[in-house]
C-alpha cells in the first residue's frame, strides 16, 4: 500500500527561525508528493508539489520542499518562519493505481515570537 | 469569487434524519472529491468523480450517496444519520488526479 508518514504530530518554532516538517513517503514507482496547508475552519490550501526534476521544489508563501529518493523524503522547509505560518500541514502522494491522493496525519506548526 | 463552495457551511441535526450537502465549483475543473475529516484531523477520501463518472468509492456506509448532475457539482447524501457520521466533510477538485485539489471550506456536521 501506499503512505506517507508525518512522524511529528506538532512543531514549535521561534518566528525568524527556520522551519521543517517532516514527510516520508512508500509508494511503488514515481512518487507524485503534495503538500498543503490548513488554517483554523478552513479547508486545505495547496502549497506545492514534486512530479519530477528538480530536488527542491518551491511553493506558495516562501515554503520549499526537499525531495529525497534514498531517504523517501519529502520535507516542508521555510528559511524564516512567521507567526502566520502557524497551521496544520498536510502531507500527502498521489496513488495512479488507485487515482486519489493519500494523506499523512498531519503536522501541527506553532510558530511563536 | 469562491472557487469551491459547499453549503450549509453547519449542519447540525439528530441521529436517524437524513441530509444533503452541495458542492459547486467554478474553476473548470473534471474531478470533484468530497472527504471526511474527523475529529483528529485526520483526512481520508470518500468519493471522486470524473466528468460525471464515479471512479472512487472508498469503504463507506452505503447510507452515504453522492450525485454529480454535472461537471461542476456533486452533492452528498447522508441517510438515517448515526453519531459516528459526527464530522468536517470537504468537498475538493482538480484537473484530474494528479493536479493539486483546491477544497472549499467544509461542512461542519453535528449529530445530536
Known amino acids: 500500500a501506499q503512505s506517507v508518514a508525518q512522524p511529528e504530530d506538532q512543531v514549535n518554532v521561534a518566528e525568524g527561525n527556520p522551519l521543517t516538517v517532516k514527510c516520508t513517503y512508500s509508494?511503488?514507482?514515481?512518487?507524485?508528493l503534495f503538500w498543503y496547508v490548513q488554517y483554523p475552519n478552513r479547508g486545505l490550501q495547496f502549497l506545492l508539489k514534486?512530479?519530477?526534476?528538480?530536488?527542491l521544489v518551491k511553493g506558495s508563501y516562501g515554503f520549499e520542499a526537499e525531495f529525497n529518493k534514498s531517504q523517501t523524503s519529502f520535507h516542508l522547509k521555510k528559511p524564516s518562519a512567521l507567526v502566520s505560518d502557524s497551521a496544520l500541514y498536510f502531507c500527502a502522494v498521489f496513488t495512479g493505481g488507485g487515482n486519489k491522493l493519500t494523506f499523512g496525519t498531519g503536522t501541527q506548526l506553532k510558530v511563536e515570537l | 469569487d469562491t472557487a469551491v463552495s459547499q453549503t450549509p457551511k453547519y449542519l447540525v441535526t439528530q441521529m436517524g434524519n437524513d441530509k444533503s450537502i452541495k458542492c459547486e465549483q467554478n474553476?473548470?475543473?473534471?474531478?470533484m472529491y468530497w472527504y471526511k475529516q474527523d475529529s483528529k484531523k485526520f483526512l481520508k477520501i470518500m468519493f471522486s468523480?470524473?466528468?460525471?463518472?464515479?471512479?472512487i468509492n472508498e469503504t463507506v456506509p452505503n447510507r452515504f450517496s453522492p450525485k454529480s448532475p454535472d461537471k461542476a457539482h456533486l452533492n452528498l447524501h447522508i441517510n438515517s444519520l448515526e453519531l459516528g457520521d459526527s464530522a468536517v466533510y470537504f468537498c475538493?477538485?482538480?484537473?484530474?488526479?494528479?493536479?493539486?485539489?483546491?477544497f472549499g471550506d467544509g461542512t461542519r456536521l453535528s449529530i445530536l
Open positions: 474553476l473548470g475543473h473534471d474531478t
Open positions: 509508494v511503488s514507482g514515481n512518487p507524485y
Open positions: 468523480y470524473n466528468n460525471k463518472e464515479l471512479i
Open positions: 514534486y512530479i519530477t526534476g528538480d530536488n
Open positions: 475538493a477538485s482538480s484537473h484530474g488526479g494528479r493536479e493539486p485539489q483546491h
